[in-house]
C-alpha cells in the first residue's frame, strides 16, 4: 500500500492524517494474524522509535470508531484487531489459536435466509460473523 493510498484511507474515515497513523494503518494491512495492540507495536516500534505503546491503542480505538477497522475479542480474552471490513468469518486454530479470515458468500446468504425465516424477538440482525474452531489437518 503506498502512503497516498493509505492517507487518503485515513483522510475520508475524518481523522487527521499523521506519520504515527499511517504507520499503523499500513501494519495492519500488511498482516494477516488479526494482530493485538502489543503486535502491531512490535512491527512499527523499530523503524519508529518515538512511536509508544499507548499512541498505538489510541491509534487503534480511533480507527475502529472512524469504521477503518474491527476490534473483537478471541477466545483466551485477548483483544484483536481486523483491517476487512467486507462481511466474512473467522476460523480459529485451536491448536495453535491463529485466526485467518474465511469469506463465503454462500454461506452468509444461507445464513441471512435462516434468520429473515426464524426471526429473533426483539433482535434485528446486523451483521453475520461466525468463528468457525478446528485444528489444523
Known amino acids: 500500500m503506498t502512503v497516498e493510498t493509505a492517507k487518503k484511507r485515513i483522510i475520508e474515515s475524518g481523522l487527521k492524517f499523521t506519520h504515527q497513523r499511517m504507520v499503523v494503518y499500513n501494519a495492519l494491512q500488511v498482516s494477516a494474524d488479526h ?55 473467522h476460523l480459529y486454530f485451536t491448536d495453535t489459536q491463529e485466526i485467518k479470515d474465511y469469506k463465503d458468500p ?16 426483539n433482535f434485528e440482525v446486523e451483521e453475520l460473523s461466525l468463528v468457525i474452531k478446528g485444528k489444523t489437518k
Open 35 to 89: 494482530p493485538t495492540a502489543e503486535s502491531v507495536y512490535e512491527k512499527v516500534k523499530e523503524a519508529n522509535p518515538s512511536i509508544s505503546l499507548g499512541t498505538i491503542y489510541k491509534t487503534l480505538e480511533n480507527f475502529v470508531r472512524a469504521g477503518i477497522l474491527k476490534k473483537f475479542t478471541d477466545d483466551v480474552g485477548v483483544m484483536r484487531f481486523d483491517p476487512m471490513l467486507e462481511t466474512h468469518s
Open 106 to 121: 454462500g454461506l452468509v446468504l444461507l445464513l441471512k435466509k435462516y434468520f429473515e425465516e426464524n426471526q429473533i424477538d
